[in-house]
């Protein structure tokens, strides 16, 4: 245990009043969950098709469907509302922008396989990147300013990125980088500056030369969105990221792609947000919760509310559920219940990301029945030492957070909490969890209120620093 602050713990025992107490405040927060599950309703489209095929679309994915899949959503929403049926087969496209009350269904059966040339993602529309808002190559598949919006089915969205195209891009070895080969590291310097000096959004204009690449699913300022069955495949970078939303579920979705910055699922400054019964293996955090990166995220001031997260099964990744590191816009009201997580390449099953840059505040956070196999490093991570640590003049703020019945057969820290000393982090309460296999002592410097009741760490009584 290193301690570099005094520590206020209560650790109280199977019975008695500080338990009571506990479980009271968990009932409390679980009370809401309720209504906010009321207002969140998928979307519901009329009865009308519009197959690809009568729009010019031909399958064999040799030749580019883009402009037949353009034509059909155009139909569709000019009629009112319905659902674009990809049918079964290989349909090579560019970039698809969902309008108002149109459903693409991808079929059982069908692929699409988005060109790998980054020409295809031109002219730049606006989208935010690593948490700042810019002009920049479209997403896959991207919306601004609609409703009622919706990609389903059970096929195949395969963003065909790999060691060859897009993912060098990241400018890393690991993903086929060598050098004198372009990559984004000087744009994306320059973007970050951009947002530390208020440097209008129509200004930051990116694309082509600028190699930050595109996320795969990106709805913007929309509303009344259902991302539902279809599975992700080689995404340049992340894979569904609602940014500026409300009232979106993203259900029974498997993801499979370990590229560079590929993230599962990133809800950005949204509100009211389902994320239920999806599978995630990826390069980067399953689920990351965000709301925007520093200065830039503090203009913007939205912060990502009333989330629900409920089971899910996360494999390879860096954190499991994540929230941060761009959370700059604030994050609270999170409920996480009846998920699975184990891997060895998996780093932290719940992790949370910030530092004295990004600011912002999270809190009420809870978790429930999370059953997790191993993972390679800490149970719960709370990090303000993430990237710029305390080189930065903001005070990042997390307190109220909540793990009950959290179990782990494997992993190197039960807790990892680093906090600064002019801001511990707060009210950390741990209620029947059991944490086995656990090789090393907890890590907890600067956090006050860390309350552990029936809480074990292989097989003994685990009170803070035992």
């Known amino acids: 245990?290193?301690?570099?602050?005094?520590?206020?713990?209560?650790?109280?025992?199977?019975?008695?009043?500080?338990?009571?107490?506990?479980?009271?405040?968990?009932?409390?927060?679980?009370?809401?969950?309720?209504?906010?599950?009321?207002?969140?309703?998928?979307?519901?489209?009329?009865?009308?098709?519009?197959?690809?095929?009568?729009?010019?679309?031909?399958?064999?994915?040799?030749?580019?469907?883009?402009?037949?899949?353009?034509?059909?959503?155009a139909a569709c929403h000019e009629a009112g509302g319905g659902r674009v049926?990809?049918?079964?087969?290989?349909?090579?496209?560019?970039?698809?922008h969902l309008k108002s009350n149109v459903n693409l269904h991808v079929s059982t059966g069908a692929t699409l396989l988005f060109s790998r040339a980054p020409k295809r993602y031109l002219p730049v529309v606006y989208t935010r990147w690593e948490g700042v808002e810019c002009m920049n190559y479209s997403p896959f598949i991207y919306a601004d300013g609609q409703e009622n919006i919706a990609v389903t089915g059970e096929g195949t969205l395969d963003g065909q990125a790999d060691d060859q195209d897009w993912w060098p891009w990241q400018g890393g070895a690991a993903h086929g980088w060598r050098q004198g080969m372009p990559n984004q590291k000087s744009?994306?310097?320059?973007?970050?500056?951009?947002?530390?000096?208020?440097?209008?959004?129509?200004?930051?204009?990116?694309?082509?030369?600028?190699?930050?690449?595109?996320?795969?699913?990106?709805?913007?300022?929309?509303?009344?969105?259902?991302?539902?069955?279809?599975?992700?495949v080689n995404s340049p970078m992340y894979e569904i990221n609602p940014v500026l939303c409300t009232n979106v579920t993203v259900r029974g979705v498997k993801i499979s792609s370990h590229g560079p910055n590929n993230d599962g699922c990133d809800p950005d400054s949204s509100a009211d947000v389902l994320i239920e019964n999806c599978s995630f293996d990826t390069g980067d955090d399953c689920i990351a919760i965000k709301s925007g990166r520093n200065r830039d995220g503090r203009r913007v001031g939205v912060p990502s509310v009333n989330l629900v997260i409920r089971g899910c099964e996360m494999q390879d990744g860096h954190g499991g559920i994540t929230i941060g590191s761009e959370m700059s816009g604030g994050v609270r009201n999170v409920f996480a219940e009846n998920c699975r997580m184990n891997s060895p390449h998996l780093n932290e099953a719940l992790r949370f990301k910030t530092n004295a840059m990004r600011g912002g505040a999270i809190e009420h956070v809870c978790f429930r029945n999370i059953a997790i196999?191993?993972?390679?490093?800490?149970?719960?991570?709370?990090?303000?030492?993430?990237?710029?640590?305390?080189?930065?003049?903001?005070?990042?703020?997390?307190?109220?957070?909540?793990?009950?019945?959290?179990?782990?057969?494997?992993?190197?820290?039960?807790?990892?909490?680093?906090?600064?000393?002019?801001?511990?982090?707060?009210?950390?309460?741990?209620?029947?969890?059991?944490?086995?296999?656990?090789?090393?002592?907890?890590?907890?410097?600067?956090?006050?209120?860390?309350?552990?009741?029936?809480?074990?760490?292989?097989?003994?009584l685990h009170q803070a620093g035992s």
């Not at 197959?51 to 064999?60: M, P, T, W």
């Not at 990809?86 to 560019?94: I, M, Y």
């Not at 600028?210 to 539902?228: A, E, K, T």
């Open 1 to 73: 245990m290193h301690r570099r602050d005094l520590l206020r713990i209560g650790a109280g025992l199977a019975t008695g009043a500080g338990l009571s107490r506990l479980r009271a405040q968990a009932s409390a927060a679980w009370d809401e969950l309720p209504r906010l599950l009321a207002r969140i309703r998928p979307p519901v489209f009329p009865d009308r098709q519009f197959d690809v095929r009568h729009y010019g679309a031909a399958a064999g994915g040799k030749a580019d469907c883009g402009d037949a899949i353009a034509k059909a959503i």
């Open 373 to 460: 196999g191993q993972v390679s490093d800490a149970v719960l991570q709370i990090d303000f030492q993430y990237e710029e640590g305390e080189q930065g003049p903001e005070r990042p703020v997390v307190r109220d957070i909540e793990l009950q019945n959290v179990s782990c057969e494997k992993s190197r820290y039960a807790l990892q909490l680093r906090g600064f000393a002019s801001d511990p982090i707060r009210d950390i309460r741990l209620d029947d969890c059991a944490f086995r296999n656990v090789a090393l002592p907890d890590i907890v410097d600067h956090v006050e209120d860390l309350k552990l009741n029936r809480v074990t760490v292989n097989g003994r």
């Open 85 to 96: 049926v990809v049918p079964a087969g290989e349909f090579l496209t560019g970039p698809i």
């Open 187 to 232: 744009a994306r310097q320059h973007l970050f500056d951009m947002g530390q000096n208020d440097v209008p959004v129509s200004q930051r204009i990116f694309g082509e030369g600028g190699y930050l690449r595109p996320g795969f699913i990106q709805p913007c300022h929309s509303r009344n969105i259902l991302i539902d069955g279809v599975t992700i």
